[in-house]
T-cell receptor, first 116, second 115 residues
Framework: AQSVAQPEDQVNVAEGNPLTVKCTYS??????LFWYVQYPNRGLQFLLK??????LVKGSYGFEAEFNKSQTSFHLKKPSALVSDSALYFC??????????????FGDGTTLTVKP | DGGITQSPKYLFRKEGQNVTLSCEQN?????MYWYRQDPGQGLRLIYY???????QKGDIAEGYSVSREKKESFPLTVTSAQKNPTAFYLC??????????????FGPGTRLTVT
């Protein structure tokens, strides 16, 4: 079985400050991990993914995420937040042993608000 | 929303009517998906398809049906058997292999309201 949790419904940061959006996961084998962003009344956009290799993954719009196997976490980070980063963020996980291709599990989402 | 179109953007139906949501992609992706999004509940998988003429039930398939007659098209029918059909519906596609290494690309969504 695979599952993912985003423990914070809402994250508020001031513009220019670093931001972190948390994600933890549970899988039987090794995880494939993804972050997506959703702006109001739009579809999701892919930000970044971890498959294997370097634990620090860099993605679109200056975002990065760190894979931590011991803590089963994949937190999304950005060194300096912009007001335009305000959106809904989803973490998703796929167990590499999951033979049902395409069946990623999504978290419930975290609303990020960046205040000027 | 890169290469995936969903129509219409807003859809209103009376209770008891079936309704079909359109999803088309020009990304040449093999896999396509339908999700339902409700406030505070994230995305829930309705159906997915890895290849033409084949599809699998997701976590909440009851009251829904799909077809995959062409690689680029994956329409979703919300039937009258779906007890709570009002929601935001998202279609996605991916260049899928069995390892599932590829991210999903999403359409702009269809907001269905049933009264």
């Amino acid at each position: 079985a695979q599952s993912v949790a985003q423990p914070e419904d809402q994250v508020n940061v001031a513009e220019g400050n670093p931001l972190t959006v948390k994600c933890t996961y549970s899988v039987s084998g090794n995880p494939y991990l993804f972050w997506y962003v959703q702006y109001p009344n739009r579809g999701l956009q892919f930000l970044l993914k971890y498959i294997t290799g370097d634990n620090l993954v860099k993605g679109s719009y200056g975002f990065e995420a760190e894979f931590n196997k011991s803590q089963t976490s994949f937190h999304l980070k950005k060194p300096s937040a912009l007001v335009s980063d305000s959106a809904l963020y989803f973490c998703a996980v796929r167990d590499m042993w999951n033979t049902n291709a395409g069946k990623s599990t999504f978290g419930d989402g975290t609303t990020l608000t960046v205040k000027p | 929303d890169g290469g995936i179109t969903q129509s219409p953007k807003y859809l209103f139906r009376k209770e008891g009517q079936n309704v079909t949501l359109s999803c088309e992609q020009n990304l040449n992706h093999d896999a396509m998906y339908w999700y339902r999004q409700d406030p505070g509940q994230g995305l829930r998988l309705i159906y997915y398809s890895q290849i033409v003429n084949d599809f699998q039930k997701g976590d909440i398939a009851e009251g829904y049906s799909v077809s995959r007659e062409k690689k680029e098209s994956f329409p979703l029918t919300v039937t009258s058997a779906q007890k709570n059909p009002t929601a935001f519906y998202l279609c996605a596609s991916s260049s899928e292999d069995r390892a599932g290494l590829y991210e999903q690309y999403f359409g702009p969504g269809t907001r269905l309201t049933v009264t």
